[in-house]
């Protein structure tokens, strides 16, 4: 079982909707949990991180993480097509503060 | 926001030949950094955590003797790919933290494709 599952897709959305990226992890020590954007040939930008259940938000972006179900997910509220990259879930965990382990990476594509 | 900087961004090289990556922390001090290798349409792999002043932790699987580390300053770590092979071809990506941010938020270095003829 890989470390984080992330859904590969591709997901297609139009213009305006909401787009749900979701995100499994298997090793119940994980402490932080973050949501990246990588666009091809570049190198990953942070969106938003989460260490506590519930949900969090910031713009257009909610991340909501459940601990118990070892489950985080990321929504995007009224996507634009500049939205459309792929996007990766990573965890940290260990006692080295950035150890990240990443996901495969979910491809999205909104349209105009 | 934090800066880090990787040189080269691209690198074409023989086989059998060692390339030199380097990542450095612009305006901030990283007693850690973290490299990565992506291949196409991969997610990214922990290589190894560059520590400042000591030597580097290997992931499993990692080969240590291919994939030198050397973090000799707050501010530069580099990875030498030695005696490279186009297997080794790939996105080499780096990252640091910010010893003053509690977060273990990372930033990434622009990355550095190596490719091996």
């Known amino acids: 079982q890989k470390e984080v599952e992330q859904n590969s897709g591709p997901l297609s959305v139009p213009e305006g909707a909401i787009a749900s990226l979701n995100c499994t992890y298997s090793?119940?020590?994980?402490?932080?949990f973050f949501w990246y954007r990588q666009y091809s040939g570049k190198s990953p930008e942070l969106i938003m991180f989460?260490?506590?259940?519930g949900d969090k938000e910031d713009g257009r972006f909610t991340a909501q993480l459940n601990k118990a179900s070892q489950y985080v997910s990321l929504l995007i509220r009224d996507s634009q097509p500049s939205d459309s990259a792929t996007y990766l879930c990573?965890?940290?965990?260990?006692?080295?503060?950035?150890?990240?382990?990443f996901g495969r990476g979910t491809q999205l594509t909104v349209w105009p | 926001g934090a800066v880090v900087s990787q040189h080269p961004s691209r690198v074409i090289c023989k086989s059998g030949t060692s390339v030199k990556i380097e990542c450095r922390s612009l305006?901030?001090?990283?007693?850690?950094m973290f490299w990565y290798r992506q291949f196409p349409k991969q997610s990214l792999m922990l290589m190894a955590t560059?520590?400042?002043?000591?030597?580097?932790?290997?992931e499993q699987g990692v080969e240590k003797d291919k994939f030198l580390i050397n973090h000799a300053s707050l501010t530069l770590s580099t990875l030498t790919v030695t005696s490279a092979h186009p297997e080794d071809s790939s996105f080499y990506i780096c990252?640091?933290?910010?010893?003053?941010?509690?977060?273990?938020?990372?930033?990434f270095g622009e990355g550095s494709r190596l490719t091996v003829l």
């Open positions: 090793d119940r020590g994980s402490q932080s």
């Open positions: 990573a965890v940290m965990r260990g006692s080295t503060l950035g150890r990240l382990y």
């Open positions: 560059s520590n400042e002043g000591s030597k580097a932790t290997y």
């Open positions: 989460i260490y506590s259940n």
């Open positions: 990252s640091a933290r910010d010893a003053q941010r509690g977060t273990g938020e990372l930033f």
């Open positions: 305006d901030f001090q990283a007693t850690t």
